[in-house]
């Protein structure tokens, strides 16, 4: 259906000045940043949070999980929610809430204050993070807009370890309350910026808004997330677990259903029939969730098996996120050439063959040295495979839809990512104990069931041997390694079957398919 854009649109500017872009994209950049550096800042200072609030380790975790839990339920529906009211003013908002509640956060004197600012944390990211990205590829002319994906693409992909590295620091030299300067400084600064740069674009639609697709979304989201993050840590049987799987998938089977059928979805489901937003979803799913899985892999071997202290471990993690982030700029001027497909193909094989290399150069004998290659080609692979996956979502939704191309990209992100940790830290739980079992048989109880849990409660139990303890520590890395290598292996496969999808899948027909984004953006208005 036709109708006026005049009567419930802001016009989209293009913004064809160079300087006004790059504080336009200065400004989104910073934002996003201070959302992605609060998803892992809070992971180094876990044992003063035990401390100070007398928390158990399941109460310090949902310190750092309901974060991610409100952030990922609430994507889709505040991201197009901000396409409605406008970016600016979601912008802002956001911007408001993740500030005040981080300072609340910082000042809090209890676990109850804690989990509160956290949860509000994640609303406030909700509203920031899809808003971000909308406002490059809404406001950007075409042929710059990869460029812009391209610095967003960095600063998502590499901004996590980079904010982990700051609030390491912090806690070495002050303490954990000083964690969330770091994003209130950003906030500040990112409010002035927009205040002063951004344009404001909207489409206020002439339907009403999803709210039951919304809610049904925020429910399955929220359930699949918590499985994904609780069945690792808790066991899949646990009763919670269960029920959030269930919740969950009754929820993903109630939104699909009602998408297909309301007059105005959230998100039409048959948009996935355009192949740029299949693939770039499976591309995005697939490459952060081999992120994310890795560095559950990485951090207690440079921890464990290395000794390293948690900043020196996140300083050797950050020649990974550097190159990720060099490689996520140079992406748009390889996919010019290439075109975007191949680029993720080549992403996907050189993370495929950076994880080979992690597989097979290990050694605890080698140390850093023999992980640091693979971890460059990974890198580097990722940085390629980012951007061009987030330009084919955003790409293939017309620009009216912005908000909601973006948050769909952000939670895939986010399944992603928990998906990953699951994965990788279940092969290589599984691949520790079938290593570590035959050593255990005749150590005592007490010292085989700690050790049989894990690298780091191996090495604390093995205090208990007296003479035996060493045996037991180079048993336990031992271990570990075979369980690395499982994992190495299986990411491999995965990132290997990820290059064959891209290389053999044919092309979408975005020239002359009647529903691609520009010519549905033409119909629309």
């Known amino acids: 259906m036709s109708h006026n854009p005049t009567a419930t649109s802001q016009p989209e500017p293009i913004i064809d000045d160079p300087g006004k872009r790059r504080a336009v994209l200065i400004a ?36 750092i999980n309901l974060y991610t839990l409100s952030l990922a339920a609430l994507l889709l529906p505040l991201g197009a929610l901000g396409d409605r009211w406008g970016r600016k003013p979601m912008l802002l908002a956001g911007l408001t809430v993740f500030g005040v509640a981080n300072a609340a956060a910082a000042l809090a004197n209890s676990s109850e204050m804690m989990l509160a600012s956290r949860f509000f944390s994640g ?4 509203m920031i993070m899809p808003v971000t990205l909308a406002v490059i590829t809404s406001t950007f002319p075409e042929e710059e807009r990869a460029k812009g994906i391209g610095a967003w693409t960095a600063v998502g ?7 982990m590295y700051l609030s390491a620091v912090l806690v070495d030299v002050a303490s954990w309350r000083w964690l969330f300067a770091f994003p209130i400084t950003l906030v500040v600064i990112a409010v002035a910026m927009t205040l002063r740069s951004v344009p404001n674009t909207r489409e206020a639609g002439e339907h009403r808004f999803d709210t039951i697709g919304s809610l049904a979304s925020v429910l399955a989201v929220l359930g699949l997330v918590y499985a994904l993050h609780e069945g690792p840590v808790h066991g899949w049987n646990e009763p919670a677990t269960l029920t959030a799987l269930a919740v969950g998938i009754a929820a993903a089977v109630g939104f699909l259903a009602w998408e297909l059928r309301a007059e105005a979805p959230l998100l039409d ?21 081999v992120q994310a899985g890795i560095l559950v892999v990485l951090f207690p071997f440079l921890q464990v098996v290395l000794g390293w202290s948690a900043l020196h471990a996140t300083v050797g993690m950050l020649p990974m996120a550097v190159l990720m982030m060099a490689s996520s700029v140079l992406a ?6 290439a075109g975007n497909r191949p680029t993720m193909a080549l992403g996907a094989g050189l993370v495929a063959a950076g994880l080979v290399l992690m597989a097979t150069l290990i050694s605890i004998d080698g140390g850093y040295l023999t992980v640091l290659p693979g971890m460059l080609t990974l890198g580097f692979g990722m940085g390629l495979a980012m951007t061009p996956s987030t330009e084919a979502i955003t790409g293939s939704l017309s620009r009216d839809k912005q908000g909601l191309a973006s948050a769909l990209n952000d939670v895939t992100r986010e399944f992603g990512t928990a998906i990953g940790v699951a994965l990788l830290g279940a092969v290589l739980t599984a691949g520790y104990r079938n290593a570590i079992e035959p050593d255990l048989a005749q150590l005592p109880n007490d010292v085989a069931g700690p050790a049989r849990e894990g690298l780091a409660n191996a090495v604390a139990a093995a205090d208990n041997l007296g003479t035996q303890s060493q045996t037991l520590v180079v048993v336990a890395q031992q271990s570990f390694i075979d369980g690395w290598q499982n994992a190495m292996w299986a990411g ?33 208005t």
């Open 492 to 524: 491999g496969a995965v990132m290997a079957a990820l290059f064959v999808y891209l290389v053999v899948r044919p092309e979408g027909r975005e020239e002359t398919d009647p529903t691609s984004s520009e010519q549905r953006h033409s119909a629309h």
């Open 269 to 289: 489901i048959r948009l996935f029939r355009d192949r740029r937003l299949a693939t770039g979803s499976v591309s995005i799913l697939t490459v952060f969730g």
């Open 28 to 63: 989104v950049c910073i934002a996003l940043m201070a959302v992605i550096a609060s998803v892992t800042g809070l992971n180094v200072a876990q044992p003063e949070l035990a401390v100070d609030f007398d928390a158990s380790q399941s109460e310090v975790l949902w310190f």
């Open 157 to 163: 992909g590499g901004g996590g370890l980079l904010g």
């Open 123 to 126: 609303v406030g990211a909700a």
């Open 332 to 337: 748009p001027k390889v996919a010019a050439r």
